[in-house]
């Protein structure tokens, strides 16, 4: 799925979204037979490798990942500069079509039976729903530890557009100020922008330990869960935004049960239908006065389902209270991504960078979008910003806080543009010799 705040997953190609940040594979794909031209084999053997690294369901079944499927398994293939069928083709689209048109919570059943059965689901072995958070890792060297008001100063560097320094003064004042709550919330959803979920996570959950009624923190926590394919937790930060809110606190039955005791993050329908169910009794008790944070829980929870028209229709709606709100653009536009409508979706990123020039997430949602209709270079340059503004939150040319996924999409954008000379780069992570390459600032 494109990371939805979402990276188009990679997808982002969520991702991107992410998860359009911006949402897996069990069985390695058999190597294709002897390519005659290098180049052709390099964007086969770049589109597998992305293909197996990708271990979440949700982002398999994105348009992103359907066509690197294809270039892997040689149903698409480099020809004079273009991307074109091969004899193949039909049969791996007939069985595409015939897969998307099974029921979507049928097609999740089965998936996560095949997993289990065969013992390759990684949270086969890691979920908890009651285990405790993941302390949060800070940067080894941070330049900007000494200022003199750390949060003050990272919420100007937040609305200039300026995440990695931004991420660098929240850290600074958690560490001098270990029960800010403010700095924790703004470490966490901060990071969730800058493309890093897993330090997102681990700071909103310590907002939360320190004051569990944090609306932003559930929200934000719900859309990272999201993005991480824990479904039952994303589902369980939904129900404690709404029980948190004085507002919304009466549609939910205090006697709800949680999914912590489940073994697996996989929701089920009735838990995913019983928690929509009380976001529309919630919008339903203003219809005249739309809340833009409930059309977002119903954005995140149609999501979930794989329903992005209606989430398309929440996160617009939503956009009518907050025009000029960077990460609701972003989950729109990662939304129509995810809904093939990526044309639509450029749009939508665009108008996110307009309002948060440094939005890392969407910036690679862009990116991917952009191999989606075949403009390479133009991806390409996208990723590449991408990759720059976040190692501008690392003191020296550490590739540490780079993105995994970043530099996947990006070798695979490098392959479709037929630069192999540069493969190299991008395996070394030698940013800096591909930044001169294509004049990036």
């Known amino acids: 799925m494109v990371s939805f705040d979402f990276v188009a997953m990679v997808a982002c190609v969520p991702h991107p979204l992410c998860r359009a940040e911006e949402f897996s594979m069990t069985k390695e794909e058999r190597w294709v037979e002897e390519f005659h031209q290098q180049r052709e084999r390099g964007v086969a053997e770049v589109a597998r490798e992305l293909v197996n690294s990708v271990q979440d369901p949700d982002v398999q079944a994105t348009e992103f990942m359907d066509f690197v499927r294809k270039l892997g398994s040689g149903a698409l293939k480099m020809e004079d500069g273009q991307v074109v069928a ?17 029921n979507f919570w049928d097609r999740m059943e089965s998936d996560w039976q095949e997993m289990a059965r065969q013992e390759q689901h990684p949270w086969l072995s890691e979920y908890d729903g009651g285990a405790p958070p993941t302390a949060y890792s800070f940067a080894d060297e941070n330049p900007l530890k000494d200022v003199t008001n750390p949060l003050e100063e990272g919420l100007r560097k937040l609305q200039s557009g300026d995440l990695p320094g931004a991420v660098l003064l929240f850290e600074a004042e958690v560490q001098a100020r270990p029960q800010s709550v403010k700095g924790w919330q703004y470490l966490g959803t901060t990071q969730a922008d800058n493309e890093q979920e897993h330090l997102a996570i681990a700071a909103l959950n310590r907002c939360l330990e320190l004051d569990p009624s ?3 923190a559930l929200l934000g926590l719900a859309v990272s869960y999201t993005n991480e394919s824990q479904q039952n937790k994303a589902l369980d930060s939904l129900v404690a935004w709404l029980r948190e809110n004085p507002r919304y606190r ?6 709800m049960p949680s999914s912590k005791s489940q073994v697996t993050s996989f929701m089920t329908k009735e838990h995913h239908a019983a928690v929509t169910d009380l976001y529309i009794k919630a919008a339903q008790m203003s219809p005249q006065d739309l809340d833009p944070d409930v059309q977002v829980g119903l954005g995140v929870l149609f999501n979930l389902s794989g329903e992005y028209s209606k989430a398309v229709d929440c996160f617009s709606a939503a956009l009518k209270a907050r025009p000029e709100d960077a990460m609701l653009w972003n989950k729109l536009g990662a939304t129509l991504a995810n809904s093939s409508r990526s044309e639509e979706a450029i749009h939508a990123y665009r108008q996110a960078l307009h309002y948060l020039p440094g939005f890392t997430r969407s910036r690679y949602n862009l990116g991917i979008s952009c191999i989606n209709l075949k403009a390479y270079r133009e991806a390409i340059e996208h990723l590449l910003t991408a990759l720059n503004v976040q190692r501008r939150a690392t003191t020296a040319a550490s590739t540490s806080q780079m993105s995994e996924a970043v530099w996947s999409t990006l070798r695979l954008a490098v392959s479709l543009y037929e630069r192999p000379e540069l493969i190299e780069h ?10 001169r390459e294509f004049g990036i600032d």
Do not use: A, K, Y
Request: hydrophobic letters at 30%.
């Open 86 to 102: 091969t004899g193949d083709s039909q049969s791996w689209e007939n069985e595409f079509e015939q897969n998307h048109q099974e």
């Open 214 to 216: 944090n609306l932003p």
């Open 250 to 255: 009466g549609v939910v039955d205090p006697s």
């Open 426 to 435: 991008v395996s070394s992570r030698n940013l800096d010799v591909l930044i």
